[in-house]
């Protein structure tokens, strides 16, 4: 552990996101590593919701739609967040929530690939993901089938399998659970080569890595702002639209805020021409201000340096624990932080109150049902020691079975 410790010692002196952590107000003696559930609070959050809810709301009224920018905060948002995911400006707009865009996605995709019947989507994918996606495929025209991926099985042999049957491949980059990470650019061109479609779900790549979607060919994607985008509990989704589609497709939830011209009120439904179109009703303001604060944490940022860091804080962890060779401790993350996104997890039967008791150390991380304790590595403002600090209190808990005490049992609402 003391050469770990002098690496760490090292690593953030030579530390080029350094300064980043000043970024945001993280409580005194914590190690966060739940920025992959809910991002830490930006320094300029609270100033600006509250100048939003002040100023905005409180003088400007409701001219402040016009007078504030708030109808054009959706688009504005989504061109700031576009260099952070590697698309163009104008195809990528803040709105709704991941499994509402999702919905919205796949009803795109479909509209694009009317003749084919199969969508293929990974078998555990968060859940919100499969569920909204069979009720998008139930709704659209002809009921096309959800096709699983097995466990472990090799997505681009079953997209050939599939051929010209398949209409589109919805998968998530970075698995939730287990921080695996599927060849983004690989499953898209695949998807390519049969005529299909590929629709991305980046909640867990956004803001942790650098990301190609023009540049990689996918079709749509859709993520979260409130994980490493630091934009606040429950603040609004994003979707991107690949410019070849935006004219063409259809957008399942015609709401007025997606017309053409919502302020003609016109009885039919005629769609915006550009990203607007995947607006459905009015924007949760407030809620996009905290997603203002967020992006404002990535500004100058080089997000090269953001997923070398993020390897080197996941390593750091990964091979502190693994060192320990703890009882009943299993890495449930690929070994090679390549072939991860930015958490490193384990598996024991008792993860929970595991969870609970580190916790209680002020080391938070959370636990996936059923077995997977889950570290998220925030880059923008971890430090490499804090990476150590945790080992060695999950190494602590474990060997001296503090998770045996009852309290730690106890299953929260959330966890
Ligand atoms: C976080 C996350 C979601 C959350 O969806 P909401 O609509 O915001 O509740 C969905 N899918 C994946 C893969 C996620 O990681």
């Not at 859940?127 to 069979?134: A, E, G, S």
């Not at 049957?165 to 980059?173: E, F, K, T, W």
């Not at 004219?247 to 939830?253: F, S």
């Given at each position: 552990?003391?050469?770990l410790?002098?690496?760490?010692e090292?690593a953030?002196?030579?530390?080029?996101?350094?300064?980043?952590?000043?970024?945001f107000?993280?409580?005194?003696?914590?190690?966060?590593?739940?920025g992959?559930?809910?991002?830490?609070?930006?320094?300029?959050a609270?100033?600006?919701?509250?100048?939003?809810?002040?100023?905005?709301?409180?003088?400007?009224?409701?001219?402040s739609?016009?007078?504030?920018?708030?109808?054009?905060?959706?688009?504005?948002?989504?061109d700031?967040l576009?260099p952070?995911?590697?698309?163009?400006?104008g195809?990528?707009?803040?709105?709704d929530?991941?499994?509402?865009?999702?919905?919205?996605?796949?009803?795109?995709?479909l509209?694009?690939?009317?003749?084919?019947?199969?969508?293929?989507?990974?078998?555990?994918?968060f859940?919100?993901?499969?569920?909204?996606?069979?009720s998008?495929?139930?709704?659209?025209?002809?009921?096309?089938?959800?096709?699983?991926?097995?466990?472990?099985e090799?997505?681009?042999?079953?997209?050939?399998?599939?051929?010209?049957?398949?209409?589109?491949?919805?998968?998530?980059?970075?698995s939730?659970?287990?921080?695996?990470?599927?060849?983004?650019?690989?499953?898209?061109?695949?998807?390519?080569?049969?005529?299909?479609?590929?629709?991305?779900?980046?909640?867990?790549?956004a803001?942790?890595?650098?990301?190609?979607?023009?540049?990689?060919?996918?079709?749509?994607?859709v993520?979260?702002?409130?994980?490493?985008?630091?934009?606040?509990?429950?603040?609004?989704?994003?979707?991107?639209?690949?410019?070849?589609?935006l004219?063409?497709?259809?957008?399942?939830?015609a709401?007025?805020?997606?017309?053409?011209?919502?302020?003609?009120?016109?009885?039919?439904?005629r769609r915006?021409?550009?990203?607007?179109?995947?607006?459905?009703?009015?924007?949760?303001?407030?809620?996009?201000r905290?997603?203002?604060?967020?992006?404002?944490t990535?500004?100058g940022?080089?997000?090269?340096?953001v997923?070398?860091?993020?390897?080197?804080?996941?390593?750091?962890?990964?091979?502190?624990?693994?060192?320990?060779?703890?009882?009943?401790?299993?890495?449930?993350?690929?070994?090679?932080?390549?072939?991860?996104?930015?958490?490193?997890?384990?598996?024991?039967?008792?993860?929970?109150?595991?969870?609970?008791?580190?916790?209680?150390?002020?080391?938070?991380?959370?636990?996936?049902?059923?077995?997977?304790?889950?570290?998220?590595?925030?880059?923008?403002?971890?430090?490499h020691?804090?990476?150590?600090?945790?080992?060695?209190?999950?190494?602590?808990?474990?060997?001296?079975?503090?998770?045996?005490?009852?309290r730690?049992?106890?299953?929260?609402?959330?966890?």
């Open positions: 552990m003391a050469r410790e002098e690496e760490a090292q953030d002196r030579d530390d080029p996101l350094t300064a980043a952590r000043q970024r107000t993280i409580p005194e003696g914590v190690v966060y590593l739940d992959n559930s809910l991002g830490a609070l930006p320094r300029g609270a100033e600006t919701i509250e100048r939003c809810v002040r100023r905005e709301w409180g003088e400007g009224l409701v001219g739609w016009n007078e504030a920018g708030w109808y054009e905060l959706p688009l504005r948002l989504g700031r576009a952070i995911v590697g698309a163009e400006p195809h990528l707009v803040v709105c929530t991941t499994t509402l865009n999702l919905y919205k996605a796949l009803g795109a995709a509209s694009l690939r009317r003749e084919r019947r199969v969508v293929l989507v990974d078998g555990g994918d859940p919100t993901n499969l569920y909204i996606t069979r998008a495929l139930a709704a659209a025209p002809g009921a096309p089938e959800c096709v699983e991926l097995e466990p472990g090799d997505p681009l042999a079953r997209i050939a399998a599939l051929g010209d049957r398949l209409a589109a491949v919805a998968m998530s980059h970075v939730y659970r287990t921080g695996a990470m599927r060849d983004l650019a690989a499953v898209t061109a695949a998807a390519h080569r049969q005529g299909a479609l590929a629709v991305w779900d980046l909640c867990h790549s803001g942790a890595m650098p990301l190609e979607l023009a540049r990689s060919g996918v079709d749509f994607a993520g979260c702002t409130y994980k490493y985008l630091n934009g606040g509990p429950g603040a609004p989704a994003w979707i991107y639209v690949a410019p070849c589609h004219a063409e497709c259809e957008q399942p939830l709401g007025w805020m997606g017309h053409a011209s919502p302020f003609d009120f016109e009885p039919r439904h915006h021409p550009g990203i607007r179109a995947f607006l459905c009703g009015t924007p949760h303001i407030v809620s996009m905290g997603v203002e604060a967020g992006l404002a990535f500004d940022i080089d997000l090269a340096a997923r070398e860091k993020s390897m080197r804080l996941g390593e750091l962890f990964r091979r502190a624990v693994e060192a320990a060779r703890l009882p009943r401790v299993e890495l449930a993350c690929p070994a090679d932080p390549a072939a991860r996104g930015s958490q490193v997890c384990f598996r024991h039967p008792r993860g929970y109150a595991v969870v609970q008791a580190l916790i209680e150390q002020r080391v938070i991380g959370d636990f996936r049902a059923p077995d997977v304790m889950r570290f998220g590595f925030a880059p923008l403002y971890l430090r020691v804090e990476a150590l600090r945790a080992a060695r209190s999950l190494i602590g808990c474990v060997e001296a079975e503090v998770w045996r005490q009852e730690f049992a106890r299953r929260a609402d959330v966890t």
